[in-house]
């Protein structure tokens, strides 16, 4: 499957691959293995998607920022592998936080959002293992937070 012809034929637009703002990589690649570190909730125009889901935000609202996170993780693994998607064989594992109130129980429809990206764009080569974990808080106040692990060819 071509993943670079998929995200045309999606219409997706994928977000800049961002930087780093702290004492850490965006992306490794240790043996076949490539590690995406944690990508938070930001919306199209590039705003942070804050709140705690069951809160100020519906398990939907953390659903489309647990989405937007997939796809920032997309836009690292085509930057982690020279802009050719080809690269990867498959996702192995979604890890995904989500900054909820004490009683929202949703975790795992939130952390869908990416899952269902991921695995839209990967197809067979996007199923994955994956946890989705309730927070008290998340940096800089966002929703939620996805990081990836993805094996290379």
Known sequence: MDFDKKILELNIKLPDAKAPV????????????LFISGQISINEMGELIKGKVGKELSAED???AAKRCGLSIISQVKNACNN????????????????????FTEQPKVINGASDIISTIFGDAGMHT?????TNSLPLGVSVEVDAIFELN
Do not use: E, M, P, Q
Not at 23 to 33: C, D, F, H, N, Q
Not at 130 to 134: P, Q, T, V
């Open 84 to 103: 050719d998607l080809s690269k990867i064989k498959s996702c192995v594992k979604l890890t995904g936080f989500v900054n909820s109130t004490d009683n």
């Open 62 to 64: 953390g659903y489309n």
């Open 22 to 33: 702290g004492s850490y990589v965006a992306t490794k690649i240790v043996g076949k293995l």
């Open 130 to 134: 994956r946890a989705a974990i309730s």
